[in-house]
């Protein structure tokens, strides 16, 4: 029952379940023919809706191990240790499996914003005035999180 | 600017745009090598995430176009019109499109429960005591909702 270090203060304690009950909820899970499961990413408190990515076993042994979520990118081929290029760290409350054993809901703390433009979240377009329009402000400034030249 | 039928009281209203806006829309998604993009439903006012499932073109279009969440079944490669055979209904108050544009957030008021097992959300499973365990109560007979004998 560790915790995990460089947690934020004030949050629920995220318990790392041990080796076996980890072996369990991954036992539970029916990856797809990539060896893939959806894991949606929901903002704890808020309840916002803030990603949609991916997870393999590796990924989701690391997220329970962890408290800190881990997807894998489908575009780079590996790990994706979320917020480790851009500091949005997603400390993990809560992981839930739906009743298929194929979709993952991750209940988090999002440090600062999800979504690579700088909104909170990815889920930012919608239909205005018959037109697609971003709905949310953009918060962070995608150069400074990326590290790339503005 | 019509309004969809059957619509329950007090909802806001779906404005059904119109047959360019709903162009436009299908123009910025980008679905995968099937042909889909993943979708979320979360219930209006409570936030909670319901159910992720798949949508094709014809899906979102016939969602935009009536206000009623429409997935597209991979199991049985046809559209599936949700709540069409256990009436609960999800009724749309927004659709929402990712920074990727390959999945959807369905803003809804859902009839009842989501998830086939008769819980609400279809997350309903987590780690408890080293075990994987549900986490939220049977609120409807799934033979009641699908017709099956008890």
Known sequence: MA???NRPAGLPAWNIPTAEARARFLAALKPDSHGLVAAIAQAHGTGEVLMLAWMNAEAVEETLATGRVTYYSRSRKGLWRKGETSGQVQHLIDLRLDC?????LAIVHQ??????TG???CFSWGLREDSVAPL???LA??????GKPG
């Open 3 to 5: 915790t995990p270090p």
């Open 100 to 104: 298929d054993g194929d979709a993952l």
């Open 111 to 116: 440090d600062g914003v999800a979504c690579h």
């Open 119 to 121: 909104r909170r979240s």
């Open 136 to 138: 949310e402000p953009v």
């Open 141 to 146: 400034d995608p150069a400074t999180l990326y």
